[in-house]
Structure formats: structure tokens, C-alpha cells
């Protein structure tokens, strides 16, 4: 019986030691380089007849998506499936690149595809 108290508070000491290394995570607001493919959705708003522009970087390590927050330099030079570096913070699953322009960095274009021909 004395055995059981000891056996779990090793088992809780390693798990307190071990959780920061496998589940650690950036504080909020801190400095990240951050590699992905970017996506891109559009919002229509038919009654105000405005369209809203949302992107998102999928990172493939960790198939992570963030919402990106860009400057409206930045926003033109994306382009859907582009892979790129970002440098910027991360606050909340939000990553704001850095308004400098090395913030994002192009390091692949997508492939284009040649449109059908009708027949």
C-alpha cells in the first residue's frame, strides 16, 4: 500500500517534467518564424457589396492553420498556395507578420495548371 502514494508521485513529477517539452507552446504575442502554404478565402457581402479578404497559413510540420494578419503590401504579393516564411508574432492562433518587408518571404510559387479547352 505504501508503494501506490510513491508510484504516483513519480508518475506525476515525470509528466510535469515531460509536458512542456512534448506540448510546448509560444507565449502568446512572441516572436515566430513560421514556414506554410498560404490559403486564401473571400467573404462576399452582397448587401454592402463588399468582399473580404481572409488568409491563412497551413503549416505542413505541424498541420497547423493560422489565421494571418498582413499589411496590404504583403496581402499583394500572396498569392494562394504559395509557400512561405513568415516572420511575426503569434497571439491566440492569430500570426501578424512583421510590417518590414522580409515579414514574408516567398519560397515557392504554385505550379499553374493550363485551363480545358472546350471540345
Known amino acids: ?11 506525476a513529477v515525470v509528466t510535469a517534467f515531460a509536458w ?7 507565449p502568446p504575442g512572441s516572436p515566430v518564424v513560421v514556414e506554410g502554404t ?11 457589396g463588399r468582399a473580404t479578404r481572409r488568409y491563412y497559413l497551413d503549416t505542413s510540420g505541424s498541420a497547423k492553420r493560422y489565421d494571418l494578419r498582413l499589411t496590404p503590401r504583403q496581402a499583394n504579393i500572396v498569392q494562394p498556395g504559395m509557400r512561405v516564411r513568415l516572420t511575426g508574432s503569434l497571439a491566440g492562433g492569430i500570426l501578424t507578420a512583421d510590417q518590414a518587408d522580409h515579414g514574408v518571404v516567398v519560397l515557392d510559387t504554385p505550379a499553374v495548371v493550363a485551363p480545358h479547352k472546350p471540345r
Open 20 to 26: 512542456p517539452a512534448g506540448g510546448q507552446s509560444t
Open 38 to 48: 498560404v490559403a486564401m478565402s473571400i467573404e462576399d457581402d452582397f448587401q454592402s
Open 1 to 11: 500500500m505504501a508503494l501506490i502514494p510513491l508510484v504516483a508521485l513519480a508518475i
